[in-house]
């Protein structure tokens, strides 16, 4: 059974930073590919940041330059480490990976963080 658990989000002013985690179970993390997500409401939910599993990095237009994701296998953990934060990034913020299974690929999400930004 695999399982993604989110922390770090919360309030933070214009300019800030907030470093999320994500730590996930089971003995695949370090053969997978990671991404973080965030969905604002009323919008759709969007690819944020990618990192391959041999630390190969890839990140949305609009946070490009502010956001940086990375990995310690050794803990099972992914991280997005977020600054210069702006009003639009306020969103909940998920994890997610594919998982293969036999001939299916499984996704698999975090609950989601709650990213606040205030003016």
């Known amino acids: 059974q695999v399982q993604l658990v989110e922390s770090g989000g919360g309030l933070v002013q214009t300019g800030g930073s907030l470093r999320l985690s994500c730590t996930a179970s089971?003995?695949?993390?370090?053969?997978?590919?990671m991404r973080w997500y965030r969905q604002a409401p009323g919008k759709q939910r969007e690819l944020v940041a990618f990192?391959?599993?041999?630390?190969?990095?890839n990140y949305a237009v609009s946070v490009k330059g502010r956001f940086t994701i990375s990995r310690d296998n050794s803990k099972n953990t992914v991280f997005l480490q977020m600054n210069s934060l702006k009003p639009e990034d306020t969103a909940v913020y998920y994890c997610k990976t594919d998982v293969l299974d036999g001939l299916r690929v499984v996704s698999y999400w975090g609950q989601g963080t709650q990213v606040t930004v205030s003016a």
């Open positions: 990192i391959s599993s041999g630390g190969a990095t």
């Open positions: 089971g003995s695949f993390f370090s053969r997978n590919d």
